[in-house]
């Protein structure tokens, strides 16, 4: 089973063996992941969140691709950037602990509910 | 060292300690996942494409701190919707693979240079 | 009362000012439209669709905030790139209309539903 | 020649004719919205700052589209939310007058360069 480590490298394979490593400046990968974001985003805009937790299957499956190529493009830009994503995100979730105690903000969107 | 599915379960239970699941709709995470986009997308407006590449320790330092924000709401919503990230990933760069041969699209972006 | 072509050129005069013009780049203005649109995302992210169409007076004048840096971005880049956005518009208009026949899509978001 | 009222009224008309209404709640508009964004930046990803500022007249005319696209979105979710979108730009670009004085940020895309 492929880790995030093992996908960073074929992935910089993947964008040397075609050369586009010259278009790969932390700037456009932003443009691209935003652009991949956005389609995610389109899968459910005129859905309700109900529907939208409750996919059919074809539709599942061209949302696991949305998510696969934001995926790819995060993993790209921190290779770029030299950033070790999963110890940014074990940062990240140490930080929004303290700045969300679950005690204080309990069922709360309104102030709070932010990762 | 974490790995993504450790992390999975640690921002489940971060969300399911503030019963924010309420509110972790697919279609709700999608926008907040797009939000976190456009604060990556934010540093890099104004910076030329080199600048982006040799961003200062403080700003790459808020940069890491925005791919994780990406990265955990994309766990998040591939949880919500019991899609396997690494899978996922692991299937679409196969499908890249065939779709832009490294001998025919080298060195351009064009028509290509699209994971 | 202001019209759009008034305000374009009101823009045009404010970036001038401020030697900003250099970095008016369209890449670059349209990475800046849509931090701009994400804001605006990031205002509704969290509500129900029936919240979002309710807001208290003071979130609304924060979201009228949100659509005028919207507007104020999307003159910008039209001005740099000598598109007249109504004229544009007019004319979108006309081809949604033939794409989207009022008759045939009545009530269906399924595959029709965009202007 | 259109105004932008004119357009508010016919863009209202043609979702009224098709009863999507019933789907233009304003958090789905600032989702359409932010996809017709990233189409825009879509086309920009991969292009030089200059070569952006220097389009084919084939792909001016597509960027085009993807700028009146934004445009009516935003012209809806204004109508939506009965916001006065010229006198929101008008009022907006007063605000940022006196945030950013000509005379202290000239030329300086650090700290400021945003309307």
Same mark, same amino acid.
């Given at each position: 089973?492929?880790?995030?480590? @093992? #996908?960073? +490298?074929?992935?910089? &394979?993947f964008a040397e063996a075609r050369d586009w490593d010259q278009y790969h400046a932390?700037? /456009?990968?932003?443009?691209? #992941?935003?652009? @991949?974001?956005?389609?995610? *985003?389109?899968?459910? &805009?005129?859905?309700?969140e109900a529907q939208s937790q409750a996919l059919a299957p074809e539709k599942?499956?061209? *949302?696991? @691709? @949305?998510?696969?190529? +934001? &995926? +790819?493009y995060l993993i790209r830009i921190a290779?770029?950037? /030299? *950033?070790?994503?999963?110890?940014?995100?074990?940062?990240?979730i140490a930080v929004n602990a303290k700045k969300y105690p679950a005690d204080k903000v309990r069922g709360s969107a309104k102030k709070y509910n932010e990762f």
């Open positions: 089973m492929a880790d995030l480590d @093992e #996908l960073r +490298i074929r992935i910089r &394979q932390p700037k /456009n990968l932003a443009m691209a #992941l935003i652009v @991949e974001a956005a389609e995610l *985003v389109e899968h459910f &805009q005129w859905l309700s599942l499956a061209q *949302v696991a @691709e @949305e998510l696969a190529d +934001i &995926q +790819i290779d770029k950037l /030299n *950033v070790d994503l999963l110890d940014a995100v074990d940062k990240k």
